[in-house]
């Protein structure tokens, strides 16, 4: 996933507006260099050994916000973690913010080690087959079997499970409905129409746009984070029209996009569901719309990997299992309007049902097709020279 808001910002922004707060999603896809000596299978891990041996510390690399409850940095409410500092103390737990999932994994690269990690899905594979990080047992968090399926199997590379998802949302459009003809609020397409010409904003979202495009070509992508050359020069092609449209391509939730929003300098932006439910808290559910597109939503799942050579594996899961439980689970949902990776979470824990409906809580076909669930892009260097030489045109 491309470049996103950071987190830290994110939150200071939302702690301003007050109310919940979707906390902002994965890093950059600038940099990667793809690892081609993958390792091999080996099955199952297990750790053994008394976690009272371990070294009582985890150094973790995470996004500013999801720091444990009981941390002097968490700040925001949020209970995930707390089952571990009750437990280890939260002087045990030392935070480092580098930026995003490329600057992690090229600090990673060059010699920082970390006991855990907060990636995205889409990264997945690079960690992985950088030899840098090692898999779960799942057998040590009480509750992996009660996570949704899909999410787990795109933590798993080789048939081990390297990553544990935790958070997920969605990327979509928000239209004002006071504005946008309903009959032309039905797919990826509206940021196309030229009715609207001057009131679309799409984001300046590298490889996120590209993807988009991909769904709209004729034909299709056959997979649109997996473009071929000439897919990506259809894809090119597509992005060139609509960008005249833009009133312009917004580059922060909060520092230009939101407030042209609530201005009604633009109608049509690609936007996550915090922005839905910010601005309909604010301007009313009455002209507020998010689209459910009939190519399907883009979505994106984070979770937590394991550092190679963390001397507190056992402490590690510990950790992981204090985010994964189900009350920890509900509170990200009801606190910052974010998705869950636990299956156990019901509508009925959910205090907005118009939330718990956007974010399909309950609904084992939440991240079935049509959605496009963020994964690897193999060549992603050649999406971010398509996306440069769109703005460039």
């Known amino acids: 996933m491309d470049t996103r808001m950071h987190r830290r910002d994110f939150l200071k922004s939302s702690a301003a507006l007050g109310g919940a707060a979707l906390i902002a999603g994965c890093g950059s896809s600038e940099g990667i260099t793809q690892n081609t000596e993958a390792p091999a299978s080996t099955g199952p891990v297990s750790y053994g050994g008394s976690i009272d041996a371990e070294p009582n510390k985890l150094v973790i690399s995470e996004w500013p916000g999801y720091e444990a409850g009981g941390t002097k940095a968490q700040t925001y409410g949020m209970l995930a973690g707390t089952s571990y500092t009750d437990k280890y103390g939260a002087k045990?737990?030392?935070?480092?913010?580098?930026?995003?999932?490329?600057?992690?994994?090229?600090?990673?690269?060059?010699?920082?080690?970390?006991?855990?990690?907060?990636p995205c899905v889409g990264y997945v594979e690079d960690w992985a087959q950088s030899g840098l990080v090692q898999p779960f047992d799942t057998s040590l968090l009480p509750s992996f079997a009660n996570l949704n399926p899909a999410l787990v199997k795109g933590g798993q590379f080789n048939g081990q499970q390297y990553a544990i998802p935790w958070d997920w949302g969605y990327g979509s459009v928000i239209y004002r409905?006071?504005?946008?003809?309903?009959?032309?609020?039905?797919?990826?397409?509206?940021?196309?129409?030229?009715?609207?010409?001057?009131?679309?904003?799409?984001?300046?979202?590298?490889?996120?746009?590209?993807?988009?495009a991909g769904l709209l070509t004729d034909p299709p992508a056959a997979d649109i984070f997996a473009q071929t050359n000439d897919e990506l020069d259809r894809s090119k092609e597509l992005l060139i029209k609509q960008k005249p449209l833009n009133k312009f391509y917004w580059t922060s939730e909060y520092g230009n996009m939101q407030p042209a929003f609530k201005s009604g300098d633009v109608w049509i932006v690609y936007a996550w569901p915090a922005d839905y439910k910010q601005m309909g808290d604010v301007m009313g559910y009455d002209k507020v719309g998010y689209l459910n597109p009939s190519q399907g939503k883009i979505a994106w799942v984070c979770g937590f990997m394991m550092g190679k050579d963390t001397e507190s594996p056992l402490h590690a899961h510990d950790y992981v299992e204090s985010y994964i439980n189900l009350k920890a689970s509900a509170n990200l949902v009801n606190d910052f309007a974010y998705g869950t990776s636990s299956a156990s979470v019901t509508p009925a824990m959910i205090k907005d049902e118009r939330l718990a409906t956007e974010l399909g809580i309950g609904n084992p076909d939440t991240f079935a097709p049509p959605a496009h669930v963020f994964k690897n892009i193999p060549n992603r260097a050649d999406y971010q020279r398509v996306w440069a030489e769109v703005k460039a045109s």
């Not at 409905?177 to 990826?188: E, L, Y």
């Open 92 to 118: 045990s737990l030392k935070y480092a913010d580098i930026g995003n999932d490329d600057k992690v994994l090229s600090a990673v690269k060059a010699g920082q080690k970390f006991d855990l990690i907060h």
């Open 177 to 212: 409905t006071d504005m946008v003809d309903p009959a032309d609020a039905t797919g990826w397409e509206l940021f196309w129409n030229e009715k609207y010409k001057g009131k679309i904003s799409m984001w300046d979202g590298g490889v996120t746009p590209v993807s988009i």
